[in-house]
């Protein structure tokens, strides 16, 4: 698995480009007492659904690796040099 030095600023930019993605995908907004394990959860499905990420093995499918695949979809998208890339 590999390791990001900013992994929570990632998932932090990476749940909001999540929720613009499922907005333009017709689904509202997350209500604001939402937890962020949820909003992980939420995002994680629908990319799946999607087919923008492979899903996890039912035996990994934890919050933590759910996390992980989101922070994994955005550092695709970033580019190389981005400064939440860099080590």
Request: no cysteine; proline share 7%.
């Given at each position: 698995m590999?390791?990001?030095t900013h992994e929570p600023q990632l998932l932090k930019k990476a749940l909001i480009i999540g929720q613009?993605?499922?907005?333009?995908r017709g689904y509202?907004?997350?209500p604001a007492n939402i937890s962020e394990k949820d909003k992980v959860e939420a995002l994680y499905r629908l990319l799946i659904t999607d087919k923008r990420i492979t899903p996890l093995a039912d035996d990994k499918l934890t919050?933590?690796?759910m996390?992980?695949?989101?922070?994994l979809w955005l550092a695709k998208q970033l580019p190389d040099d981005h400064p939440?890339?860099?080590n």
């Amino acid at each position: 698995m590999k390791k990001f030095t900013h992994e929570p600023q990632l998932l932090k930019k990476a749940l909001i480009i999540g929720q613009a993605y499922a907005t333009a995908r017709g689904y509202g907004q997350f209500p604001a007492n939402i937890s962020e394990k949820d909003k992980v959860e939420a995002l994680y499905r629908l990319l799946i659904t999607d087919k923008r990420i492979t899903p996890l093995a039912d035996d990994k499918l934890t919050g933590p690796e759910m996390r992980h695949k989101l922070v994994l979809w955005l550092a695709k998208q970033l580019p190389d040099d981005h400064p939440l890339l860099q080590n």
